[in-house]
């Protein structure tokens, strides 16, 4: 699957099927920082992520201080 | 996952809540906080002209979404800060929504408009970057109230921006900011009033909401952002939060609660010297008033 960051933008190729959560903890993400949108819908963590599959991991932290 | 409320599929989870939702009951949850926050706090009138603090981020856009499908009359305000590809990019996604849902939209730019942009400005008064910013923000955003005859400024901190502020306040006991960080400022001495009707979402849920209505915004870092301490206090309460979800928002809503009246009088009696700025008519404390110091500085004494 083709795995989409962002902040900086870079992009990762990696072998399907697995779960977002796995995704995540491979990444080590912290989930609570993310979302992963395919197909511009949020998958839930326990979603399984086909080998064909786009996914975009979007951090949601802003970090203006005002 | 399931839908906690429907028992279809989830799309989103929100651990503070021990709760999964679907995309419609999601949304609900997002409208009904907004709503709950808003008559808790006395927040809003529905005679009410809003004027909306628009970023192109997810919180603003969100809380704009959010207000107008509630029935507000509520006007965005769109600063251009002048951060380079950062700023363009902002601009663009506030304007493309404003124009997606027919709703006014306002552009202040610090730069054509007040001569100097959130870098050089920033620099030239030796202030950070945020703190040169947030305080042109303020200016620009009450100003433009009183022009337009707005009777509130609504902005998009949600329960992560609040609960960071407050930590950062409390770890350094700056009691006058304590004394101010209330959801709801009172019209006043010539400001307007101010309200946060974001407070009881988390920022996490903000993206989801923009993602699950199909509002583009702006995901990109303003580049002034990097390593300044608001994004540190943020980690350290997620950290917090990971081990034990809920905390942040008892931490918040606790301060307010229990603490917050403790710092009012502080608060009060500096808001008691106010006069009227020289150069722009503004409330302040000294002759000149701190944004119009800034763009003075800014352009070298010229302004
Ligand atoms: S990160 Fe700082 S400089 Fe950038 S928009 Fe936010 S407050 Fe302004
Ligand atoms: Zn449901
Ligand atoms: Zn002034």
């Known amino acids: 699957m083709q795995v989409r960051l962002r902040n900086p933008r870079r992009e990762l190729e990696l072998p399907g099927p697995m779960r977002v959560h796995a995704l995540l903890a491979q990444l080590e993400i912290d989930r609570e920082t993310v979302l992963v949108i395919r197909s511009d819908t949020i998958v839930p963590g326990d979603a399984v992520l086909g080998d064909d599959d786009v996914v975009e991991i979007r951090p949601v932290i802003s970090g203006g201080a005002s | ?303």
């Open chain 2, 1 to 303: 996952m399931k839908c906690t409320v429907c028992r279809g599929p989830a799309v989103m989870d929100v651990r503070r809540h021990n709760a999964n939702f679907c995309a419609e009951h999601f949304l609900k949850l997002c409208r009904d906080q907004v709503a709950k926050a808003i008559k808790e706090h006395r927040m809003l009138e529905p005679t009410d002209r809003a004027l909306v603090a628009v970023s192109g981020g997810k919180d603003s856009l969100a809380v704009w979404d959010i207000l107008v499908g509630l029935g507000y009359d509520a006007d965005g305000l769109y600063l251009g800060l002048g951060i380079g590809d950062y700023s363009d990019a902002s601009g663009e996604m506030a304007r493309r929504f404003a124009a997606d849902q027919g709703l006014k939209l306002l552009e202040v730019d610090l730069p054509a408009d007040h001569g100097f942009d959130i870098p050089t400005g920033a620099k030239a008064a030796k202030r950070v970057p945020c703190s040169a910013c947030g305080l042109s923000k303020r200016h620009l955003f009450d100003e433009a109230a009183r022009t337009h005859g707005y009777d509130v400024v609504v902005t998009g901190h949600n329960l992560d921006d609040e609960a960071a502020v407050l930590f950062g306040n409390v770890l350094h006991w700056q009691t006058e900011y304590l004394g101010r960080q209330l959801p709801v400022l009172p019209e006043r001495h010539g400001f307007p009033r101010k309200v946060k009707p974001l407070v009881r979402l988390g920022e996490r849920e903000m993206a989801a909401y923009c993602v699950l209505r199909g509002i583009d915004y702006i995901v990109e870092e303003c580049p002034m952002a990097a390593g300044n301490k608001h994004l540190g206090y943020k980690e350290a309460l997620n950290l917090i939060e990971a081990a034990s979800p809920g905390t942040k928002h008892d931490f918040y809503f606790g301060f307010l609660a229990r603490a917050s009246d403790r710092f009012t009088p502080e608060a009060e009696a500096e808001q008691d010297l106010l006069l009227r700025c020289a150069r722009c008519g503004a409330p302040t404390t000294t002759e000149l008033c701190a944004f119009c110091r800034l763009a003075e500085r800014a352009s070298g004494g010229r302004a």
